[in-house]
């Protein structure tokens, strides 16, 4: 499922943007498809007044999000197969924003990306 806004405003973004926000995008959705088990995945993106919102939500197997606290902890030293999660936010702290990972055995994955609108794009 697709959410998105039916009209957006000129927002241009540099190169360096375009390609860590795809980057992160892609391994999202590659997460979903290669460990969730997922039946139903939803993208959305929204537009607040200082960020642009994307987030992706699926109804898959979820994972210990201890294991995701204990990474953060450890400098970011990953385990397991925790790369791509710790990947997701270098790129976007690389761009100025943040991605927020909640989860739950059982009960799904949400994604968040977070990328703030600066004041002269708008």
Do not use: Y
């Not at 009209?7 to 540099?14: C, D, N």
């Not at 450890?74 to 710790?86: C, E, K, M, S, Y």
């Not at 994604?111 to 002269?120: D, G």
Request: charged letters at 25%; aromatic letters at 6%; hydrophobic letters at 45%.
């Amino acid at each position: 499922r697709l959410d998105f806004p039916a009209q957006l405003p000129v927002w241009p973004v540099t190169a360096e943007v375009r390609h860590n926000l795809f980057l992160a995008f892609k391994e999202a959705l590659h997460n979903v498809l290669k460990h969730s088990e997922a039946t139903e995945v939803r993208v959305s993106f929204a537009l607040e007044p200082a960020a642009v919102v994307v987030n992706i939500t699926d109804n898959g197997r979820g994972f210990d999000a201890a294991l995701l606290a204990e990474t953060a902890l450890n400098g970011g030293q990953p385990r397991l197969r925790l790369n791509g999660l710790v990947n997701m936010r270098k790129r976007l702290q690389e761009i100025g924003g943040r991605c927020e990972i909640q989860t739950e055995r059982g009960r799904g994955t949400q994604v968040t990306f977070f990328l703030p609108v600066k004041e002269a794009a708008k």
